[in-house]
Every structure is written in C-alpha cells, then in structure tokens.
C-alpha cells in the first residue's frame, strides 16, 4: 500500500463517484478502477459499496479513509521538515491547545518568530487534552499546550508563566452574580455544566472538601464556548478557567471565582526523544528565552 493509491482512495471517498474522482485526479476511469480493486484484494477487505450513482464507504472503508487523512497528513508534515532543512528556515509547525488565556504566552513568541522567520507557518487547533495527547503520540502535532493536572509522563515539557483560575460562569441575572466569589455551598442543588476531562474532577473533589458528590452535574463538556451558550440559555452554571468566555459590558454572562481560590499551571509539552525541525527548535528556543524574561 503507497501513498499514491490512498491519495487515489480518499479522491473516491470525497467525490463519491468514479468519474468525478478520476477527473479530479487527471487520470481515467479504468486505471483509477483497477487500482481500487488491487486495494480491496491486499487487504481483503470491500470497502466500497457501489451504487448506480453513488459510491459508499463501508465499515473498513471509513476506517480506512480516517488513517490514510492521518498518514498522508503526517508525510506532508515530514517532506516540509525535510525541506526545512535547507540554509533559510522554513517549515510548518503543529500545535494542539486547551482553551486558555496564557496561549497569549506563545502567540507572542509566534509573533516574533513570524518577523524573523516568515517562512515558518503555525497550525493551531483547540481541543481537550486527550485529543491532544493522541495527536501528539500519532505525530500529527509538534507541542501540546495542557492544563494541569495532566499526564505527562511520557512527555517532556515547561511550564509557562502563567496560571489560570477557575470559577463559575453564570447570567448576570443570577442571584450568585451578587456574590464576588463562588464557595463549595453555594452551588449545592444547582445545575452544573462541567468539563468531561476525568482528572479536573480530582481537583474539584479536593476543593469542594468531601462534598463533591453534592454537586448536581447535569451535562459536560470539552471546550467552553459550547458551556457558554447553555449557560447563555439558562440550562445552567458553567464550572470553566477564566479571561476565555467573554463576560464584558453588554455580555449577559459573568464570571465569579471560586473560593478557596482553584488555580492550575499551563504546560507546553512534546514527544520525550523528540527530533525537531529547525523551525520546531526555534519555536521551542524562543519560548524557553520568553519564558525566562516573563519570569525575571
């Protein structure tokens, strides 16, 4: 199996046909065919179902198209390292991040580097930590930015200088909006909305101070601005890290901290034994320096 014929695959999943595919492709119809039967006989699998019209995945094929996005991906990612590698600097960068303020850390560094290094380029996506770690693990991301607590264990990492603090968002019409911090009792018999991420119940079990199990947790969720919008609706209280929903003038949500106060670091970390592209060492070199002047 080459890249090339999951190139010719995933044509045919996007178009849906064989003659649209073929076309994309600049190919004809009957190698493109062919090349698809040989697919389907190495592994042994049908992952085609076809249609008068229409052609379909079937359970193989979807799992299939998933993994060839992943390794095709992945070759990009690799030929623009190796081209990188060249006297100027140039390449693409990968970075996976939990929704937090203190990315404005990195995005400075981002910054600077795009003056210096205008043929890096950055990719940024947000998402939960586990997503995050697949990711990673897979190759597909250079850096994941974490919240702690998180498993690190088989990763290298710094900490930024920054920490985020957690609290409850509300309506401005709550009768808690009245209250300048959010203490364990208070939220007792209310509807929560709470992140799906397993370790952040630790901490909140360890701040409620025994009474988690009081907490009535009606729904979850992995990134806020989904919260935002139930909280927005009245459906309940967002438990979410602030300066990421806006609460400012005019907004019907606000933010109350949680007391005793509930803080966590931000972490960037990367594979442990991980060989980095030029750009990938400048990006990390740059960070490491800004993160000592932030410090000093």
């Given amino acids: ?73 992945l070759m990009e990612k690799t030929t623009s390292e190796i081209r990188s590698s060249s006297k100027h600097i140039s390449g693409d960068i990968y970075i996976g991040s939990a929704e937090t303020d203190a990315m404005r850390l990195v995005i400075r560094t981002i910054k600077s580097i795009q003056q210096d290094y205008p043929e890096i380029r950055f990719h940024i996506s947000s998402g939960h930590a586990e997503d995050i770690e697949e990711k990673l693990d897979r190759g597909l991301l250079d850096f994941g930015i974490f919240i702690e607590p998180a498993a690190m264990q088989k990763y290298d990492f710094i900490k930024l200088p920054a ?96 007391e005793p106060k509930l803080e966590v670091s931000i972490i960037v970390g990367w594979k442990r034994y991980q060989v980095f592209s030029r750009a990938s060492e400048v990006f990390l070199n740059l960070l490491q320096q800004d993160i000592t002047l932030n410090i000093s």
């Avoid at 300066?243 to 005019?250: C, H, L, W």
């Fill in 1 to 73: 199996m080459d890249i090339r014929v999951l190139q010719y695959f995933l044509a045919v999943a996007r178009e849906e046909n064989i003659t649209a595919a073929a076309e994309s492709l600049h190919m004809t119809q009957p190698p493109l065919s062919r090349q698809l039967r040989e697919l389907e006989e190495e592994l042994g699998k049908t992952l085609f179902i076809r249609g008068k019209r229409k052609i379909t995945l079937t359970q193989e094929g979807l799992i299939l198209r998933k993994r060839a996005e992943e390794m095709i991906e």
């Fill in 163 to 258: 920490a985020d603090t957690w609290g409850v968002l509300m309506r401005k019409d709550s009768p808690l909006a009245a209250k300048a911090s959010i203490r364990p009792e208070d939220l007792f018999d209310l509807p929560l909305i709470f992140t799906n991420q397993e370790l952040a119940s630790n901490e909140f079990a360890g701040w409620s101070v025994g009474e988690y199990d009081r907490l009535n947790i009606i729904a979850t969720y992995n990134l806020p601005y989904m919260a935002s919008l139930m909280v927005e609706e009245n459906v309940g209280y967002a438990l979410v890290l602030d300066k990421i929903i806006q609460t400012a003038e005019g907004c019907p949500l606000c933010f109350r901290p949680l």
